[in-house]
C-alpha cells in the first residue's frame, strides 16, 4: 500500500529533529512538560503562520477540524490555554537557535558558484514591527507608541536573511552592527550605521562595506582611484577625512565614489573600503541594498508579523522567530525542487493545501494522471 503524508509532513520533513530536540534539550523548556512539547508547540505556530490565523482560537479550531490527519503531519491537537501558556512561558531564545540551525542547513544549498562577486553581498537593515501600547505596554516607544525591531543580515543573491537579532525598538541600528558575523563578505549598510569609529572597527578586523556618505561630511581628496570611464560615475577617489574628531575615529585612508543616476539624474556620495572592485560596481552593490528592502515588504505582507497572538515579549519574539523560521522552510523546499517559483506562489499553494495527503512537489509540477484513471465527461454522447 502506497503511504500519502502530508503538505504540512513534508514542509516538516527538512527539519532536523535530532538536532532541535538537542538545542531544545539545552534550552531546558521541555523540563517537566506533559502535554505540549517545545517541537509541537513549533508546528502548531507554524500552522497559524501558514493558515495566517487570526487567533490562538482558531489555531486551536483548525487543529481539531484536521485532527484525522495530524498524525500523518507530526502534530498533535493543543488547546487554546495551553498553547497561550507555553508561548508566555517557554524561552523564546530556543526558537531564534532552531532558526539560525535551519539557516546554516539554507546556507550549504546556497548558489555559490551564480554568485556575481566573489565574497557574499549581504545587507544589514531593520524595519519596525508597531505594537499597540494599550496592550504590549512594555514595548513602549514613544509617547504613544509602542514597536519592536527586527534586524536582518540579508543575502541579496540568495534571498536569504543570514542572520537576524530582535530588539525593542528604542534600540539604535549602529550598536546592533557589531553583533552581526559577517567575515568574508561584503556587507551593504545605510546611512543609519554610518558611526566611523565602528566602521574603522570592521576594517581592523578585515570585514568590507559599503555605505551612503552623508552630504555634510568632508573629506580631502588624496589621489584618484580610478578613471571615470563607466557610465554615471563621476569621481572615484582615495580620501582622508577631513574633520579632527573624524580623523581620530577612521585614522586610514578610505575609497569615496560619486555616481549620478542615468534615469533619475540624483547624485550618491558611497563610502567604502573595497578595492578591488570598479566604481560602478561599488554603486551597484548599494542599489541591490534595496532587496532588503522587498524582504521586509514580503514578509510583512504574507507572515503574521503584524499582528500577535499574544501579548507578552516573549509570546511576540516567539511568532517573529516562527514566521522567521517558516521563511527559511518555504525557501529550503524551493531550493529542493530547483523550480523557477517565487515565494509567494510556493507558499500560497502550501496554505490552501496544507492537509492534503500530497507532497509540496505535486502541488508544483502537473503530473499526468495514470491511463485509464480518467472520468467520463458529463458531456459525452449517451449510447440509444
Known sequence: MEHHSTVMADLLRVIPRH???????????????????????????????????????????GLHTQRDRLYHSGMVPVKRSTLSDAMSKRDCAVFERIYHELVAIAVQRSSVCSRRFKSPLRAIDSTTIPLSIERFDW????????????????????????????????????????????AGSIIVIDRGYLAFNRLYQKELRGERYVTRLKHNINFKILRPHSDPTEEGVLGDWVVKLDNPRRRIDYPHPVRVVEYEDPATGKRFRFLTNVWDLSAYDIAEMYKARWQVELFFKWIKQNLKIKAFWGTGKNAVFMQ??????????????????????????????????????RQIADLVHRREPPPGSTQPSLWDAVPS
Open 139 to 182: 514595548a513602549k516607544f514613544r509617547k504613544a507608541k509602542g514597536a519592536v525591531k527586527l534586524h536582518v543580515s540579508y543575502d541579496i543573491e540568495d534571498q536569504l536573511p543570514v542572520q537576524a537579532i530582535c530588539t525593542h525598538a528604542s534600540v539604535h541600528d549602529c550598536p546592533v552592527l557589531p553583533r552581526f558575523d559577517q
Open 320 to 357: 517573529i522567530w516562527t514566521a522567521l523560521i517558516l521563511y527559511v522552510l518555504i525557501w529550503i523546499q524551493r531550493s529542493i525542487l530547483t523550480i523557477d517559483c517565487s515565494l509567494q506562489r510556493l507558499s500560497q499553494m502550501i496554505r490552501l493545501a496544507v492537509f492534503q495527503r
Open 19 to 61: 538536532r532541535i530536540e538537542k538545542i531544545i534539550a539545552e534550552g531546558g523548556t521541555d523540563y517537566r512538560i506533559r502535554r505540549l512539547s517545545t517541537f509541537q508547540l513549533l508546528t502548531a505556530m507554524l500552522y497559524g503562520q501558514i493558515t495566517r490565523a487570526f487567533s490562538i482560537r482558531e489555531i486551536e479550531h
